[in-house]
């Protein structure tokens, strides 16, 4: 099975900061990553596929990046809209798997 | 609008039986690939399994941890996926989340609640 490790878990951050998510899969899964913010109470939505191509809706401040077994998500300018927490997830092996997820909180 | 509403959560004992729905409306459900993906409390994502559209021979895959006592069906008729659980444990409680794509999940419904408890 294939492992995502993302780090860090946690970050504390202010409106207007750049913030920087690391997923580091196991083993190589090309491009096949996925990016998944969740607020509170809420159910996930998708935000970026395929490594790096914004899903439609998804604002420009968004970005990811990354192949083989390092990806990162980037945030420009952090909006207060943006505190959740961030997932990544493989679709290179039948079976799936999500990362431990990224809370990104008020500093 | 693509709009997946589950249901049948609910409390059970460990070693009980229980199945989830999910209807779907606002997309081609014939042609669908759809999964299920759940979030124990206080914890991150964890995928369950998915089923193809029928279209595309309706198979299945499963994570390990639920694989022998779960399955996933789909009913064309109805446009409702289901998620049939057996042998249940304290470890499958969560919010169950009904999603539609294969393996990159465009959109999720808002969750049921599955208990497991003596």
């Known amino acids: 099975d294939i492992q995502m490790t993302q780090s860090p878990s946690s970050l504390s951050a202010s409106v207007g900061d750049r913030v920087t998510i690391a997923c580091r899969a196991s083993e190589n899964i090309d491009t096949y990553l996925n990016w998944y913010q969740q607020k509170p109470g809420k159910a996930p939505s998708l935000l970026i596929y395929?490594?790096?191509t914004l899903q439609s809706g998804v604002p420009s401040r968004f970005s990811g990046s990354g192949s083989g077994t390092d990806f990162t998500l980037t945030i420009n300018s952090l909006q207060p809209e943006d505190f959740a927490t961030y997932y990544c997830q493989q679709s290179s092996s039948v079976l799936l798997s999500f990362g431990g997820g990224t809370r990104v909180d008020i500093k | 609008e693509v709009l997946l509403v589950e249901s049948g959560g609910g409390s059970v004992k460990p070693g009980e039986s229980l199945r989830l729905s999910c209807a779907a409306s606002?997309?081609?459900?014939?042609?669908?690939?759809m999964a299920w993906v759940r979030q124990a409390p206080g914890k991150g994502l964890e995928w369950v399994g998915r089923i193809k559209s029928e279209a595309n021979g309706g198979t299945t895959d499963y994570a390990a941890p639920v694989k022998g006592r779960f399955t996933i069906s789909r009913d064309e008729s109805t446009n409702t996926l289901y998620l049939q659980m057996n042998s249940l444990k304290s470890d499958d409680a969560g919010v169950y989340f009904c999603?539609?794509?294969?393996?990159?999940?465009?959109?999720w419904g808002q969750g049921t609640t599955v208990t497991v408890s003596s």
């Open positions: 395929a490594a790096s």
């Open positions: 606002g997309i081609s459900f014939t042609y669908a690939w």
């Open positions: 999603v539609s794509g294969y393996d990159v999940f465009d959109v």
